[in-house]
């Protein structure tokens, strides 16, 4: 692992904050942000497909203000962060790269994944016991597959992208309805990437889309093993109206994890962290807080 360009980011005048690029193995660059004091115990947040470190940001800003080091990054092909040349996207590319991004910190984190990231935690875990507690954000091992295909339409609509930013917003607020206003043109901005033509497109690789999007569902027999394998604290944490868990794939995840707790966020859909900040922001600092002082330096072996 090779952490290179580190930049403080004036991103909140009582939060310190760091950008860095990180190389993995196969040399694929990943964009990481760090809030807070690199000393606190940390935190380690991973995005959903499609998404970016974007989305934890206020939540990032308010646990590092509340004393904890929470590391924010992209996934490989997402955001800002590097794509493949070949195209050739594995599952366990992201595992190993969300391992590497574990170990970043002196010691064990505690993952908040949403989504795809809370997959992956759930298999690095299984894997490699890179984390001391797992906070799995509307996500289980087995998913409502017509949530998915919602998703992966939305994310295979436009494939020559947008004119204007303000394009992208109406596609983005025909695609989450039930939010009252349309995403900020600044923030938007970041999520878009300006092409040769003019024309500005998402920030994935499209390439994703078949390569991991589209054949999750093969990953789901490993996905339960792996869960059943979880021996740390475990919060799940779902949305109200979600279309990717349902009572049935929540009841079946408390069978494979026992001891696991279970909040549901009350009007948020899959888009948790988004959809109702406030209070996802609460449910994590609820489960973590008791485990502050749980925290140990990494073992070497």
Known sequence: MRMVAVMDMP????????AQRLHADDGVELA??????????????????????????????????DG???????????GESGWREDGAYEFAQFIDDLVQVARIPNEKPILVGASMGGLLGIRAQAEHAPFRALVLVDITPRWEAAGVERILSFMRAHPQGFASVDEAADAIANYLPHRAE????????????????????????????????????????????????????????????????????????Q??????????????????????????????????????????TRSCT
């Open 255 to 296: 069978h494979c994890v026992p001891h696991a707790q279970h909040v549901r966020v009350s009007r948020a859909t899959h888009m948790v962290a988004g959809d109702a900040n406030d209070a996802f922001t609460q449910a994590v600092r609820q489960f973590i807080t008791p485990l502050r002082t749980g925290s140990g």
């Open 68 to 78: 904890w080091h929470c590391i924010t990054a992209d996934a490989r092909g997402h």
């Open 32 to 65: 990481i942000n760090q809030f807070g004091e690199p000393a606190a115990p940390p935190l380690v947040f991973a995005h959903g497909f499609g998404q970016t470190r974007q989305a934890w940001t206020e939540t990032a800003i308010r646990l590092a203000g």
């Open 11 to 18: 991103t909140s005048p009582l939060v310190r904050t760091r």
């Open 182 to 253: 349309k995403k900020p043109p600044e923030r938007l901005r970041a999520l878009l990437v300006p092409t040769a033509n003019g024309r500005l497109r998402w920030h994935w690789d499209p390439r994703l889309i078949e390569r991991i999007g589209a054949s999750g569902a093969n990953e789901q027999a490993a996905l339960l093993g792996a869960a059943r394998a979880i021996d740390v604290p475990c919060l799940l944490i779902s949305g109200e109206h979600s279309d990717i868990v349902s009572a049935a794939t929540i009841e079946e995840f």
